[in-house]
């Protein structure tokens, strides 16, 4: 059973930063293409950014891409997202999420099979 566990989230200031990790266990983590997804009420989840095993591909959603960096750490089994020059519409609960399938490299939440409890991120202006 692949578990995912979030944290970092918190509340900044405008231009501020934050890290999010996202420790995996009981999957093969190396193997894995993982993903990052944003969530405000009333609206659909959206892709962030995602980054395929071995970190040879990367993948951002156009509005964090110059602010946002997706990495993994595969000895650790944790994939980061670095958020720079937050902004209040980053405002969201972020999830982590892996994906059973390493051929694919996907935008699409229905490619992803393990998600997080998620984490609440609050920029304030």
């Known amino acids: 059973q692949v578990q995912l566990v979030e944290s970092g989230g918190g509340l900044v200031q405008a231009g501020g930063s934050l890290r999010l990790s996202c420790a995996a266990s009981?999957?093969?983590?190396?193997?894995?293409?993982m993903g990052w997804f944003r969530q405000v009420p009333a609206k659909e989840r959206e892709f962030v950014a995602a980054?395929?095993?071995?970190?040879?591909?990367?993948d951002y959603t156009d509005a964090v891409k110059g602010r946002f960096t997706i990495s993994r750490d595969d000895a650790k089994n944790t994939v980061y997202l670095l958020m720079n020059t937050l902004k209040p519409e980053d405002t969201a609960v972020y999830y982590c999420?892996?994906?059973?399938?390493?051929?694919?490299?996907?935008?699409?939440?229905?490619?992803?099979?393990?998600w997080g409890q998620g984490t609440q991120v609050t920029v304030s202006s």
């Open positions: 999420a892996a994906s059973d399938n390493p051929l694919l490299f996907s935008r699409s939440g229905a490619s992803y099979r393990h």
């Open positions: 980054i395929r095993r071995t970190g040879s591909g990367l």
């Open positions: 009981g999957g093969t983590f190396r193997t894995s293409t």
